[in-house]
């Protein structure tokens, strides 16, 4: 697997250069098949692409984040996960793709069984569930989204100095 180190940067700091990233990951257990100047750039101390090959024992670390996560383990630094917005369109896309695939399979039913009232029946019962499904999933994600969004608002707002506290009032 190919990763950029411009990719984990955005997701984690890394306080070593490239080749030494590539190192460190080696010695955490990753294999490590080359590190290679990045492409269509120039041959820069910050930028590299370092090529892993992934075991089977460690499907977690098959993507961008999984390896940005052993980053931050290794370097002991904070790992930035992606907003919730970003998290919620995904929900909303996967969410959209199974109505889909529910309305298109209740199309065939209905095509291939135009007199079964049965089968007709079964097919927009299942059409409901899913759509209901969505609705559902759709409404938590958003709820957690606002929900964040609010206890993030009111954390990042600095505690008032002009109010004396009870203990020091004396």
Not at 43 to 55: F, G, N, S
Not at 87 to 92: D, E, G, T
Not at 107 to 120: D, E, Q, T
Not at 134 to 161: H, M, N
Request: aromatic content about 4%; proline content about 8%.
């Amino acid at each position: 697997m190919r990763i950029p180190v411009s990719w984990l940067r955005e997701l984690v700091d890394v306080p070593v250069p490239p080749a030494k990233l590539a190192s460190d990951l080696h010695m955490a257990g990753f294999e490590v098949a080359s590190v290679d100047p990045p492409p269509g750039g120039t041959d820069t101390v910050e930028d590299a692409v370092i090529d892993l090959e992934i075991t089977a024992n460690r499907p977690d670390c098959l993507s961008v984040m999984g390896i940005a996560r052993e980053v931050a383990t290794l370097y002991d630094t904070a790992l930035r996960v992606p907003p919730v917005a970003f998290l919620v369109a995904n929900s909303l896309w996967s969410t959209q793709v199974a109505i889909i695939v529910a309305f298109v399979a209740s199309a065939i039913v209905f095509a291939g069984n135009p007199g079964s009232g049965v089968i007709r029946a079964l097919a927009v019962i299942s059409f409901v569930v899913v759509a209901i499904s969505a609705i559902t999933r759709l409404s938590r994600a958003a709820a957690r989204c606002s929900s964040r969004r609010i206890s993030s608002a009111t954390s990042s707002s600095p505690p008032s100095s002009s109010a004396a506290s009870p203990s020091t009032a004396r």
